[in-house]
């Protein structure tokens, strides 16, 4: 992996950890987190629609029936994810499925990458996934409700599906990334309107006591994500995704230290494991 490659997927780690203790904080007791969702990806269609268009304005990509399959495709999975997601934050704490979901992608991925993309990762960045895998599984610890952990592991499955699927999409198909995204929040929040606008008084209440975090996971869950996009363009699936779970250190110590959810000593040393996987898939 590249220093730049690197280096995106790093920065994409921050923003990931960051919305996500975001989403986790929102709460959902009265279930309003679908409102939640469907409020930050249609503000993330609004807020991020200039950049698109300057994007798509500078590439000029080449939007035939292949590409359009692929960025109606991604928002499909991407909603499954978010949606799985957040009914995850409501059963289990985020130290709990942050760490399962984030886990249990990168090692599909990576399977997928090799089984069905084609790619060949060398022996380092093989183990280099497996010692990313093993510490976040030792991350998550004890998890005391099965409905999380189901709705976690769901999640990690729709992870590992959206990277193959999504990599296809910016590489071999050359969609711009941000034109890509972008167009997923479109579909994802045309999907959702539907249901969502019969509970509007909802709607309204959770803009007035959330807009603030509803605006900031607005710009950094696109923005996470189109920093992997443009990893994905020059760098393996196999490569990236396992790289990207570097956040699960970050998101240990936004439990331990932000949510207090303790364990201190044993998340942050998983956190190094994790670290170290990262610096073997970076030399391999």
């Known amino acids: 992996m590249t220093p730049l490659a690197l280096g995106l997927v790093l920065a994409a780690a921050c923003c990931h950890a960051a919305w996500n203790l975001l989403l986790k904080r929102s709460g959902d ?9 469907w409020l930050f990806l249609t503000a993330s269609f609004v807020l991020w629609a200039p950049a698109a268009a300057i994007d798509a304005a500078i590439e000029r990509p080449h939007l035939g029936a292949a590409q359009l399959l692929f960025m109606g495709g991604s928002g499909v999975l991407h909603l499954a994810y978010f ?3 957040q009914r995850g934050y409501r059963e289990g704490d985020l130290s709990v499925v942050y760490p399962l979901a984030r886990g249990t992608g990168p090692a599909l991925a990576l399977l997928g990458a090799i089984v069905i993309l ?17 510490g976040i599984v030792s991350l998550s610890g004890g998890p005391r409700s099965a409905a999380a952990v189901g709705y976690a592991l769901a999640t990690g499955l729709f992870i590992a599906v959206y990277t193959l699927w999504d990599k296809h999409g910016v590489d071999a198909l050359a969609v711009p990334p941000i034109v890509y995204d972008w167009s997923g929040d479109l579909v994802r929040s045309t999907l959702l309107a539907p249901a969502v606008l019969r509970r509007r008084e909802q709607v309204r209440a959770v803009w007035v006591r959330r807009r603030r975090e509803v605006i900031a996971v607005a710009v950094l869950s696109p923005g996470a994500y189109v920093l992997v996009l443009f990893a994905l363009t020059f760098t393996p699936a196999s490569y990236v ?3 990207r779970e570097v956040s699960i250190a970050l998101g240990a110590a936004l439990g331990v230290f932000v949510l207090g959810e303790g364990h201190a000593r044993r998340r942050l040393t998983a956190a190094g494991v994790i670290i170290a996987g990262v610096i073997a898939l970076a030399i391999g």
Request: hydrophobic content about 55%.
């Open 118 to 134: 084609g790619e060949r990762p060398s022996g380092v960045a093989i183990a280099g996934g497996i010692v990313v895998a093993l």
């Open 83 to 85: 949606l799985l997601l």
């Open 241 to 243: 995704a396992p790289a």
């Open 29 to 37: 007791e009265d279930g309003s987190g679908v409102v939640f969702v």
